[in-house]
């Protein structure tokens, strides 16, 4: 069974940029979700989606993040403009049962910005 | 706010010595699950409790969430090397969300 696939892994880009990240679920996964991990520390949700819709993104700066998920499989996030404090690990996990179930994550895109 | 504190932050420990990891929150949860992440990888998830009290095993790694449900221990006996990498507990919330702490980065040197 492939996992959940996330690009790019790696992303530099100047403040004031625009940058997106991509996540393919694992098949069948209805519930998504994308967390900001500064290095080191716990996973910070940003947004769950329920297949097109969203659950929760109470804590998704509006004014900066977007995030979409076409026909409930693919997700994209995107930041503009990114800020230095937005240099993270952006990590996107999905789940068969949603809720407080097991999450699979895929490997993560590490962002910095300069 | 529902807040999941894990202490230590940092170990650093030879092989084959005992350690505990313990997560604490004021919140009831109602589940507790514990992850492992390796660096470049996403959090891989070992186990998940959901009764007060109880214990459950995975090889030299033993799980204990509390009697009321707002605290959690990981134990792990004869660390080795390949149990390096950052130990995450995570709450369940109503059935509705995890809560992830704030993580404690384990290093065992051969």
């Known amino acids: 069974e492939a996992g959940v696939a996330q690009s790019p892994r790696y992303k530099i880009i100047e403040k004031r940029q625009s940058v997106a990240f991509w996540c393919n679920p694992i098949s069948g996964h209805a519930t998504l979700y994308w967390y900001q991990q500064i290095l080191g520390q716990g996973p910070k949700l940003l947004i769950q989606?329920?297949?097109?819709?969203?659950?929760?993104d109470s804590q998704l700066p509006k004014d900066r993040f977007s995030a979409e998920r076409l026909k409930g499989v693919d997700s994209t996030l995107k930041i503009q403009p990114a800020k230095l404090e937005d240099s993270a690990v952006y990590l996107c996990?999905?789940?068969?049962?949603?809720?407080?179930?097991?999450?699979?994550f895929g490997p993560g895109t590490r962002l910095t910005v300069t | 706010t529902q807040l999941l504190e894990q202490s230590p932050q940092f170990l650093s420990i030879q092989e084959g010595e005992n350690l505990t990891v313990y997560c604490n929150s004021s919140?009831?949860?109602?589940?507790l699950q514990w992850y492992r992440q390796e660096p470049g990888e996403g959090p891989v998830l070992l186990v998940t409790?959901?009764?007060?009290?109880e214990v459950k095993k995975l090889k030299r790694l033993t799980f204990q969430f509390g009697d009321a449900r707002k605290d959690s221990s990981l134990h792990i006996t004869a660390a080795q090397p390949g149990d390096t990498g950052l130990y995450l507990c995570a709450g369940g919330v109503n059935t509705d969300k995890l809560i992830f702490g704030t993580g404690t980065r384990l290093q065992v040197f051969p």
């Open positions: 409790v959901v009764t007060g009290g």
């Open positions: 919140s009831v949860f109602s589940s």
């Open positions: 996990a999905s789940s068969f049962h949603g809720g407080a179930g097991e999450q699979y």
């Open positions: 989606f329920q297949n097109n819709g969203v659950v929760d």
